[in-house]
């Protein structure tokens, strides 16, 4: 890593995954990472570094005792200031062009919009400007800049892996060998760590990373890397997707998320909407036909989970109202307002031919919450609670055993999915 000349500190960035930003679509020569995204973050992740040093989570008594690291008394915003600018061109690609083997199919933000409207996706390598006057805090972000981009991404779908960076003098390689997967791993879970450190009551322990590994990653033109991360999120989409909502095309898996709460002696919402006539009833391909008229015992909004959202859609009922997509759209709310929409909690994070997964906390907020589920095509509508508790870890555990294994056997195109691995953690996290 690039040192402090002065009070200045440049650092080259170099893009590990395209990152989708709100500009792109203007076709911007400059479009890159943006300093008032970047900082914020910076801050908070400097934040808790600075509490682990201080050994002080009272952020009242590290500013009297840091005075001079924050802008203000109010604020906890670092006294230093940052400046991004992108030199050479940006490279944009079309995240959805006509072709389907050059779409990154897991992003559905260009759905009905025209070509004008679309969102692109951007390869840059930005260079960063850092201007800090104190000494001691000039110390603290250079030690830890590095970690800061191993664990952030940046603009939209960055929980899905989009927009990683990486210096781009960092040692690693075009392709991870074990001690820096382990490396990474580490990095990703300490500050995992950190984060329950900080909330009461948290005793989650915290122990697992994972990954998916590619080929090296190829040094030819960004028509070359384009292809090469195409495939690499379509490997992503296939791991999340069927975690979270199935999959019904070359072979029928059920939503593992639903498999899961089963085990549990939790039901699901899909098949209470069905029950409700607030969804269609309709059954593609080789879906197992179900009893339309069974009564669920213990319905939850299971999937809310895994994250929510304002809105979920059906392929239509013969002989009911659907929308001018042929689908039936059915709005999702909570009850509460302070609760606003929840992020999944799995992460995804690239560094060069590694996709990382791990899973973060989900907010004790979401838990016996209750949501409102409104067909307004068909005037129907009801209300049903989140489950009470979740272990994100023993459900992560289990449902990467079920993605190497069984679900090979009942999905024929698994066969070419990569496996994915444990990346064990260090001895250092495993004692705590």
Known sequence: MPEFKGCFLEVQLEAQSPMIHFQAGQEHPGVTLRASEVKPKLDRFLLRKLKKVAGCTDEQQLKKKYPSFFHSTEHMAFHYKMDIIQKSKAVLVDLSPDDKKCRYELYYGNVGENRKEKKMGVFSNPIITIFCVVSDLRKLIQEYLAEFFIITNFGTMQNKGFGSFLPKDYRYKNSLDHKQKAEVADILLEDLRDL??????????????????FDEVPNDSYKVKNEYYIQMFREIKQFYGIMKSGQNFRGFARSYIYEYMHTKNIDNEKAWMKQKGISPVVYTGDHPRENEDRQDTNPKY??????????????????????????????????????????????????KNVVFIIARDVPKEIFHVTYEFENKLWKKKGTLCTPDHFDIDEFLESYVDYYNGALRKKVGNMGKSKKVVRIKCSDMLESR
């Open 196 to 213: 329950a450190d900080g909330e009461e009551n948290n005793t989650r322990k915290i122990k697992t990373c994972y990954g998916i590994s």
């Open 302 to 351: 299971v999937r809310a989970m895994l994250g929510t959202g304002g809105a979920i859609s059906y392929i239509k009922e013969k002989g009911k109202p659907c929308d001018k997509n042929r689908r039936v759209p059915i709005t999702i709310t909570s009850t509460d307002e302070e609760i606003s929409r929840v992020p999944s909690p799995i992460y995804f994070k690239i560094i």
